[in-house]
Structures are given as C-alpha cells and as structure tokens.
C-alpha cells in the first residue's frame, strides 16, 4: 500500500494521541472528517494501524526493575531458535524480544516486581533447557527516552 503525506500525518497524530476525536483528526490533517475517517479505516484494514492501547505509567502503579538481557544461545539450529523463541513468548515478564546479527543472538527487555522476581525468571529459563549458552543482564537506572513513537520523517512525512 502506497501511503501518501496526507496518510503519514494521519498515523502522526494517533500513534502521539490514540483518543483523537475524528474531528480533531481532520483539522491536524486538513482533510474533511469523512475522508480523513476513511483514510484511518484503510490503515487500520491494511494493518499499517496494528492496534490500539492505552500506554500506562506503570511506576505510578507499584515499584519494579527493568532489565536487558543479552542471550546467546549454545546451538543455531533453526530448531534452537525455535524451541528458545517459544519459552520467551510464554513469559509474561518479557515484554520484548529482538534476535540479533553479531556476538549475541538476542536481546530482551524484562519488567519484573524486583532483581529478586528476575533471577527467578532467569533460574527458571535455565532449568527449562531453552538452549540458552550465555546472557548478561543490565539493570535500567533511568529511562532518558522511551517514546515509542515512530519518526515519520523516515518514511517521507514532514
């Protein structure tokens, strides 16, 4: 699907603000609303506009540590990646997971209660035999940056 400016600033402005009213919408995109809704309902069945969610604070809900782990595995086989992308997927405390090129082969992002929840993750990812060879865990002190937004300018918007 050839995405045209006007469809670049329409996901703009819902992925920085999803309860956007139709209205509102239009005037940011200057569209008339029915196209502009239009417009937004062929993002969506075309799957460019993948879902929508609130983003939550969640250290204003209780206290936890985030952790990036490097993971290399001891076999690449297609059937190691396999078997190891499968655990990860069923872990809730992982909440991304990126296979890599170059000295690792992965990298996750871990939200846990404490260090004490991550290790337990980690003893248990261990004693489920994933095939994990070596990982090296970074405890997050700060986040400096986490929008999430995607930069449209990299796809030829404004």
Sequence with gaps: MKLDAIDLRILDAVQRDGRITKLKLAEVVGLSPTPCWLRLRRLERAGIIASWHARLAPRRIAPFATVLVEVTLANHRQADFERFERAVAEMEEIVACWSVGG?????????????????????????????????????????????GALPMALFGGE
Aim: hydrophobic share 45%; charged share 35%; proline share 0%.
């Design 103 to 147: 000295g690792v082969d992965y990298f996750l992002k871990v939200v846990a209660r404490d260090i004490d929840a991550y290790q337990r993750l980690v003893d248990r990812m261990l004693a489920q035999e994933i095939g994990i060879d070596r990982y090296f865990t970074y405890i997050v002190t700060k986040v400096v940056k986490e929008d």
